[in-house]
């Protein structure tokens, strides 16, 4: 069990340009969560994934957001035409989902700062 | 539609004094209660979780928590603190069809020497 992990850590776009981050979960965990946390707050659910069908999308997720887990394992999350209020930390959480369980791993996130 | 209100932003105390962070939650369903902490450029780490069964949770690190559904909170504490705990705590529901987690904006823990 190596954890979740995202990738790139940091990422510093110019402003109208498009960014692409990815999501490795927990290897057996079909479920999983991506969140925006902006400074000062606690993090936004966005959406999130059983296997590889998106279940539910926030109405925080326009439509320059688009995200996707082609095999139900790694996912991406890609923002198109980035505006500087796209700038947050970006976390990724699985867990085993339906199972009690209940709780959600989450990895260590993607800064973004759009300037 | 759930909402979680976390009343401190900051609770500053010193080390080996007892702290309480307070959480209150909004819903008309039945929910599932979460802490989580948060350390300086880490992801969140579960801290204890309340599903059913016994109301007072305990959590790593010597958190616990106490369920009340009468007063609609989880208030998370711990009898005596270290520097180490110097963190971010959220406190979170989740939608029970989901499981998305539905967070409060956050309380700083700050322990001083």
């Known amino acids: 069990d190596t954890g979740v992990s995202q990738d790139p850590r940091h990422k510093i776009t110019k402003r109208g340009q498009n960014v692409t981050f990815r999501c490795d979960p927990i290897s057996e965990h079909n479920r999983l969560y991506w969140y925006r946390q902006t400074l000062g707050q606690g993090p936004e659910f966005l959406t999130y994934f059983q296997n590889e069908a998106q279940l539910e999308k926030s109405r925080l997720l326009s439509d320059r957001f688009s995200a996707e887990r082609p095999k139900g394992s790694f996912s991406t999350l890609e923002i198109q035409r980035t505006e500087q209020g796209d700038s947050a930390m970006y976390l990724c959480?699985?867990?085993?989902?339906?199972?009690?369980?209940?709780?959600?791993?989450f990895g260590p996130g993607t800064r973004l700062t759009v300037t | 539609a759930q909402s979680v209100t976390q009343l401190d932003s900051q609770v500053p105390v010193f080390e080996e004094a007892p702290v309480e962070l307070r959480c209150n939650y909004s819903?008309?369903?039945?929910?599932?209660l979460f802490w989580y902490v948060q350390y300086p450029n880490q992801g969140l780490q579960l801290l204890l979780k309340?599903?059913?069964?016994?109301?007072l949770v305990k959590g790593i690190n010597g958190f616990e928590a106490e369920f009340n559904k009468s007063q609609t909170s989880f208030h998370l504490r711990k009898p005596s603190v270290h520097i180490s705990d110097t963190a971010e705590y959220f406190c979170?529901?989740?939608?029970?069809?989901?499981?998305?987690?539905?967070f409060g904006t956050g309380t700083r823990l700050q322990v001083f020497p």
């Open positions: 819903s008309s369903v039945s929910v599932y």
């Open positions: 309340y599903l059913s069964g016994s109301t």
């Open positions: 959480a699985s867990s085993l989902g339906g199972t009690g369980d209940l709780e959600q791993y």
């Open positions: 979170a529901v989740s939608d029970l069809n989901t499981d998305k987690l539905i």
